[in-house]
């Protein structure tokens, strides 16, 4: 079945401990990104990726990182996160047209 | 900033009545893109529709595109219930690079 996976889909931490949440996908798409997702502010892109080794900043990086070392997963990983980043994050992939969401992982960060 | 503003924010309909839902954008783009979403769950593709087309038909759904007035609407034809749901547009570029900017969105309630 294809599909994009995140895990974990919920996650509670506390200031400043660094966590990851990966995202893959089986469909070898090239294109994936990262949203995060706030009542009232719609959906907004973190990261994107054209292909292996090849990432750029959306509209909101600040606090984030990812890698592409293989085409299926896309990491993003926090390194000190903060409350301001409690939210709801998706990660996305596709060949070029319509996007493949995953599940969604709910982030609280204390 | 937001590129995509969807219109109206909230929609409440009686089953079997049309639902519309606008979307203005600001800068050029090469293609814009309709999801739905319930709530709290992943959004799910409904159509996408090139800056060189003006109207594109999915079952009950139909989607125009003005590109000199930089603007699109979703029309959904003989809702149902399980039509509840967060409609979001999204405009994207997809030449250097895949920027896809999404609107705050719309939530249809449909009521039985």
């Known amino acids: 079945e294809a599909q994009v996976t995140q895990n974990p889909r919920y996650l509670i931490t506390v200031t400043g401990k660094k966590l990851t949440v990966t995202c893959s996908q089986n469909?070898?798409?090239?294109?994936m990104s990262w949203y995060r997702q706030d009542p009232g502010l719609g959906l907004r892109q973190i990261y994107y990726?054209?292909?292996?080794?090849?990432?750029d900043k959306g509209d909101v990086p600040e606090g984030y990182k990812v890698s592409r070392k293989e085409k299926r997963n896309f990491p993003l990983i926090l390194e000190s996160p903060s409350p301001n980043q409690t939210s709801l994050y998706f990660c996305?992939?596709?060949?070029?047209?319509?996007?493949?969401f995953g599940p969604g992982t709910r982030l609280t960060v204390l | 900033s937001q590129q995509g503003e969807e219109d109206p924010q909230a929609l409440s309909i009686q089953e079997g009545e049309n639902a519309t839902m606008n979307c203005s954008y600001k800068?050029?783009?090469?293609?814009l893109q309709w999801y739905r979403q319930n709530s709290g769950r992943g959004l799910v593709h409904l159509i996408l529709?090139?800056?060189?087309?003006r109207e594109k038909h999915s079952g009950r759904l139909r989607v125009t595109l003005d590109t000199s007035k930089k603007s699109s609407s979703l029309l959904i034809t003989a809702s149902r219930a399980a039509d509840t749901a967060s409609y979001f547009c999204?405009?994207?570029?997809?030449?250097?690079?895949?920027?896809?900017?999404f609107g705050s969105g719309t939530r249809l309630l449909v009521r039985p």
């Open positions: 996305a992939s596709s060949d070029g047209g319509e996007q493949f």
């Open positions: 469909m070898n798409h090239e294109y």
């Open positions: 990726s054209m292909n292996v080794e090849v990432t």
């Open positions: 800068t050029s783009i090469n293609n």
């Open positions: 529709i090139r800056s060189n087309e």
């Open positions: 999204a405009t994207g570029w997809m030449d250097s690079s895949y920027k896809l900017i």
